[in-house]
């Protein structure tokens, strides 16, 4: 049995212009970015890991589709923010920083502000163990606390907070770090979407998965670098080579419609199409493989 769906036309920003979608106060030029920040902005993360850009869906983006899909808030999804107690090496604090990122994404989407405020104090917690200090300051406590019920300012308040986290990796030395975070994040977006699909069979986030295959061969790529410096990233890079192969099942129909490009806004309108199979049989497996890998990464 398939499940065919029909991917309808979205609006995105132009491939390099995540920081401007998240900070209209200082605007730049498409062309003169040649550093991209590794960024929590609504539409894609464009990552530069050595000489090689990888596209990534943020958790921001993976969850917006989650809420467009039409499917309701389940707080049992959520990593417990107790288990942080339980986050003593740096492994383990780096892709849970991810996790708790995702889920405070997926909270405030949803506009759950009771449980955003818990959320960041634990994400804060994490940051200064990591030493992330300079962009978890006191300004940044205070702007959250004071936009707690604002869905669209906490967006762009913490979609500026993890790109200047990255930044500050980078700037340390620190890549190894930053690309778990950004596995972390991807991970839990991912599961969340899953689990959401198991209970509601709802087409969009069907295809949603579908469309994986790239953003996880990509998440291998920037991971596989430091695959022998610790066994955890070694065994989490295992793991998604298994999960990837998964996807060789799906298939994609593209069909190309020239793109209407917006100058003045610096946006592109993607009108083309693609059609994604997913077997019944993908779908489990990869429901019941990302649960696992989450799992490991939680626990």
């Known amino acids: 049995m398939r499940i065919r769906l029909l991917q309808i036309p979205v609006l995105t920003l132009a491939a390099l212009m995540a920081a401007s979608c998240v900070n209209n106060s200082a605007k730049r030029d498409v062309s003169k970015l ?43 999804l959520l990593n417990s923010v107790d288990n942080n107690q339980n986050y003593t ?14 889920d ?23 940051a200064n163990d990591l030493d992330l200090t300079s962009a978890f300051n006191k300004s940044l406590v205070e702007r959250v606390e004071n936009n707690v019920d604002n869905t669209d300012s906490l967006l762009r308040i913490m979609s500026n907070t ?41 087409d969009k986030l069907v295809q949603r998965i579908g469309e994986s295959k790239q953003p996880l061969e990509n998440l291998i790529k920037i991971l596989s670098p430091y695959y022998a410096e610790l066994d955890e990233i070694g065994a989490l890079v295992d793991a998604l080579i298994e999960l990837s192969a998964d996807f060789d099942e799906v298939e994609q ?34 429901t019941g493989k990302v649960a696992t890998i989450r799992k490991q990464i939680i626990g």
């Open 162 to 202: 993890y790109r200047d986290v990255d930044v500050y990796l980078k700037e340390s030395q620190r890549q190894r770090e930053g690309a778990l975070v950004l596995a972390g994040g991807w991970i839990e977006a991912m599961y969340i979407m899953t689990q959401l699909v198991k209970d509601t069979n709802n």
């Open 34 to 76: 040649t550093d991209v920040d590794l960024s929590l902005d609504t539409t894609a993360q464009t990552i530069k890991f050595g000489n090689t850009l990888f596209s990534l869906p943020s958790p921001y983006h993976l969850t917006m589709m989650i809420k467009e899909a039409g499917t309701r808030f389940n707080e049992s």
């Open 253 to 286: 129909h593209y069909t190309y419609v020239v793109p209407e490009i917006d100058v003045e806004n610096r946006m592109t309108i993607i009108k083309s199409r693609t059609t994604v199979e997913v077997p019944s049989s993908v779908l489990t497996s990869v």
């Open 89 to 102: 090496s740096l492994y383990k604090k780096c892709v849970n920083l991810g996790v708790y990122g995702a």
């Open 104 to 126: 405070l994404a997926y909270m405030n989407i949803y506009g759950q502000s009771p449980l955003i405020v818990n959320q960041f104090s634990v994400i804060k917690n994490i």
